[in-house]
């Protein structure tokens, strides 16, 4: 063998087992980084799992949850269905009781038209009596006589004008009352109230004011409702405003309505005063004061008439400066209202 | 008897208001004939053909529309003058009334005496004073 050979032989041997030896600890290495990664991977690995076991149980509990809100669902289905059920019965009872009562508001109504009926009888033949003695009809009466027959007059008739009122408002709380709406000339329905009100207006030297808006067109309304409407109004203006006063009438038309106004310089309601105006049986201070007759029904009637034929009244005061009472009416009139009553008039 | 003396007759069950208002009628110069109910009156406005006739609605046994619709079926009474007064203010009774023929309906408390033969007198077209 040669020398060099065997010498070279093992250089090359030498080097081979030194490259040999590299590539293992290549090797070695490349299967310790590979371990590691498979650690690194398996604790991953782990790690997942413990994810999933906690994501299995989390959905495990959502799945019993939701087990649970079924049957919780379930259960108020359940309840609902008895409560739509216990509804429908209150909705039936309610029904019979609305109806029984509304077969008690006509009944309440029946009940006040015979009452004023059988009070009216009376009041009426005291009434004729009283007139035909200060018509010296039996003959002559002296004037102590007439001042006595007189007052006896006036309570009588005032007693008439409650039962009136308390008809009227039967009528208008329980909403049984008519409206048949013909074409009225409010002119004319201002002029004929006027008249009623002429010796009051005379005796306070009351200065009267009427206008009405150019080529205002006939309203088609119901003529009592709307006689009543201008009579309590000018009725409370003239009753209200001190002698020498002044009353304001006015009837314009806007786009929408026509628009009544009845303005006096009068006793004003106090401010404490004014919400109630409208309330029924209220009356203000000074208004009793002034006119301790006034039933305190007259504004609460008109009121509700208005609002219930479609129209709004409200008004603008200022204790002992005055009062101007405002109602609308749509232009195209008051709603037609099936009833069995009227209301009635003074 | 005066020829020139109106006739009136006047149906009413209440009698304190039927000698009242007969009173102030025979005062002003009528004659009156007085009745209580319906039949009572029918007969009467038969018999005696007032030139006018007030009839109340409410009235024991026989009523303002017993004595209404049977006046109508007489000749004469078709056309005979009517004004139905009462204190009770019914729009259907009103409209019933109204259909069957009436000059007019009278609320009585709202209606001084006077007033009522003022009323009589213009429609039979007699002389008012005052």
Redesign the interface.
């Given at each position: 063998m040669n020398k060099k050979t065997v010498i070279s032989t093992n250089d090359n041997t030498i080097l081979k087992l030194k490259v040999l030896a590299k590539k293992k600890e290549n090797v070695r290495g490349k299967l310790v980084v590979t371990a590691k990664k498979l650690a690194t991977t398996a604790k991953e690995k782990e790690g997942v799992r413990s994810k999933l076991a906690v994501t299995a149980e989390t959905l495990r509990l959502k799945a019993k949850q939701l087990a649970a809100l079924a049957k919780e669902k379930e259960s108020i289905k359940g309840k609902l269905e008895i409560t739509a059920k216990k509804l429908a019965v209150t909705a039936k009872e309610i029904e019979l009781a609305n109806k029984e009562l509304r077969s008690l508001d006509v009944a309440k109504d029946e009940f006040v038209?015979?009452a004023?009926?059988q009070l009216?009888?009376?009041?009426?033949?005291l009434?004729?009596?009283t007139?035909?003695l200060l018509?010296e009809?039996l003959g002559p009466i002296n004037d102590k006589q007439r001042e006595y027959l007189g007052e006896i007059k006036n309570v009588n008739d005032r007693m008439?004008d409650l039962?009136?009122a308390l008809?009227n408002v039967s009528r208008v709380d329980l909403g049984v009352f008519?409206v048949e709406p013909e074409l009225v000339n409010l002119e004319k329905v201002v002029e004929s109230i006027l008249k009623e009100f002429d010796m009051k207006i005379k005796d306070k030297k009351l200065k009267v004011d009427v206008s009405f808006g150019k080529d205002l067109p006939l309203i088609s309304a119901d003529l009592k409702i709307t006689r009543m409407i201008f009579q309590n109004l000018l009725s409370n203006a003239v009753k209200y405003t001190p002698n020498e006063g002044s009353i304001t009438l006015n009837v314009k038309k806007d786009d929408f309505n026509f628009i009544i106004s009845v303005a006096d310089t009068g006793y004003g309601i106090p401010e404490n005063s004014q919400s109630k105006i409208f309330t029924k049986l209220f009356r203000a201070d000074n208004a009793r004061t002034k006119d301790p007759s006034g039933t305190g029904l007259g504004l609460y009637i008109i009121k509700a008439t208005i609002e219930q034929t479609g129209g709004k009244i409200w008004f603008d005061s200022k204790e002992n400066q005055g009062s101007t009472f405002y109602v609308s009416i749509p232009l195209n009139g008051m709603k037609k209202k099936e009833?069995?009553?009227?209301l009635?008039?003074? | 008897m005066d020829t020139l003396q109106k006739k009136v007759l006047i149906i009413e069950d209440e009698i304190s208001i039927l000698n009242g208002i007969s009173d102030k009628f025979i005062h002003e110069g009528f004659l009156v004939v007085k009745a209580i109910n319906g039949q009572d009156g029918l007969n009467k406005a038969l018999a005696e053909h007032p030139d006018f006739i007030f009839v109340d609605n409410l009235m024991p046994n026989t009523d303002g529309f017993f004595f209404l619709e049977n006046l109508r079926k007489d000749d004469w009474g078709k056309n005979a003058r009517v004004i139905m007064w009462t204190n009770s203010y019914d729009s259907k009774m009103i409209e019933r009334a109204k259909k069957i023929g009436i000059l007019d309906f009278m609320l009585k408390s709202e209606w001084e005496y006077r007033d009522i033969v003022k009323k009589v007198k213009e429609i039979l077209g007699m002389e008012t004073s005052g």
């Open positions: 038209s015979i004023s009926h009216r009888t009376p009041l009426t033949a009434k004729g009596y007139g035909m018509d009809d008439i039962i009136m008809l008519v009833g069995t009553k009227r009635e008039l003074n | -």
